[in-house]
């Protein structure tokens, strides 16, 4: 099995401390070791280095090579531009195929750079369970179980339950190739397949409320498993200019990059192809897509505060205060986000931190460069902060 992480994305939802220069995947934020790092490792439990791709772009190569500074036989892959999952997916399943040696019964698992997920020992189950039904020709989806009305994820609707006779290796699946049951291998799935009905967007509050009390609906975790020829065939039935790419060689596609089509993985495959089932994941999954989100995976004190930094608090409850340099104190507040920079301090109402994007769209109107760079740069050599700035001079510590 290869496994492709894609750490391409410049999200900024979780601003100020994710900006387009330095994005969440290489913020370290639940321990010493940042988002990327920390998928690298729960891939390697079950996939070698060597079979590991890490798909990234230009702005992020010095970034992605300081985390993965001790994993030398890592691939890693620069898009030369950024045109969104498919097609980075596509540059993915090439090098494997000319670069790696790979055929087309090669199974692929596809991550997210930035996801937190535990129990290990239990994902990795059901990672195999998926690529025993990628080996019958399906496109698997890892799906959530929502536990909240969450709106600030995508939904994938569960349909019917896969069940006929043996096939798919005994996982209880029809084969999309073939009805003859497959041998039952030693595998015991932890979990059902379910056909996927549709995906859904993000959904606002009632739909979310809905969704939940539904019972048939999963977040979707953004992550795959298929074999290269499938992918393939899928790409040639749904997006043919991708597919024309990928009959050209590793070299041909990099120069003609910019020639893809931006599409999602979603759009281009997952939401037309007959092919896609889901696998709903019993376990602890957080995508830190929001504030609120990371409020979750930190621990807390006895007033149910996480904290960094130097912070000093009284009488306040249920809040998140990140801080950098300065002191932080707070008196009296409940349910309150604070992070604060070098250069900015957002303050927001837990439970409204989504909204963090309107933030940062206006900040782009204005042109402010807070939304696009920290104080601090990152270079191969090192890096420089800026102390003090004015018309005519600018101060760099090096």
């Not at 996982?171 to 003859?180: E, M, N």
């Not at 979310?208 to 992550?223: F, H, I, P, Q, T």
């Amino acid at each position: 099995m290869k496994a492709i992480i894609l750490a391409g994305g410049s999200g900024t939802r979780l601003w100020p401390l994710s900006r387009a220069s330095y994005p969440k995947q290489f913020l370290r934020l639940n321990g010493n070791k940042s988002l990327l790092q920390q998928t690298v490792e729960r891939t390697k439990e079950s996939i070698s280095p060597e079979d590991i791709i890490v798909i990234t772009n230009n702005d992020y190569k010095f970034h992605v090579k300081a985390d993965l500074s001790a994993e030398p036989a890592i691939h890693i892959l620069l898009e030369p531009a950024s045109k969104n999952t498919a097609p980075a997916i596509a540059l993915g399943v090439r090098y494997c195929l000319e670069k790696l040696g790979c055929d087309k019964d090669e199974i692929v698992f596809v991550s997210p750079s930035d996801h937190v997920i535990k129990p290990l020992d239990k994902f990795i189950e059901y990672v195999k369970q998926a690529a025993e039904a990628a080996k019958d020709g399906y496109i698997v989806t890892f799906g959530i179980k929502p536990l909240r009305a969450e709106t600030g994820y995508g939904y994938i609707k569960a349909g019917d339950r896969i069940k006929m006779g043996l096939g798919a290796r005994g996982l209880g699946l029809a084969s999309p190739k073939s009805q003859v049951p497959s041998p039952i291998p030693s595998l015991q799935p932890l979990a059902p397949f379910f056909n996927v009905e549709a995906f859904t967007e993000k959904p606002d509050a009632e739909t979310a409320k809905r969704y939940l009390e539904e019972g048939r609906y999963y977040w979707n975790s953004g992550m795959f498993v298929f074999s290269i020829g499938t992918i393939i065939e899928e790409f040639g039935r749904y997006q043919p200019e991708i597919k024309k790419m990928l009959d050209l060689s590793f070299n041909e596609i990099v120069s003609n990059f910019k020639e893809m089509p931006d599409i999602s993985i979603d759009y281009a495959i997952a939401e037309k192809s007959e092919s896609v089932v889901t696998l709903p994941l019993d376990i602890y999954w957080n995508d830190i897509g929001s504030w609120d989100s990371l409020y979750d995976v930190l621990d807390k004190d006895e007033d149910g505060n996480a904290k960094q930094g130097d912070i000093v608090s009284v009488d306040t409850k249920g809040s998140m205060i990140i801080g950098s340099k300065r002191l932080i104190s707070t008196i009296g507040l409940e349910d309150i986000v604070i992070v604060e920079t070098d250069d900015a301090i957002m303050i927001a109402k837990k439970g409204e931190t989504q909204k963090v994007r309107e933030i940062v769209s206006k900040l782009r109107e204005d042109s402010r460069k807070e939304c696009l760079e920290h104080l601090t740069t990152y270079r191969p050599w090192g890096n420089y902060t800026i102390l003090e700035e004015g018309p005519r001079y600018k101060i760099k510590r090096i």
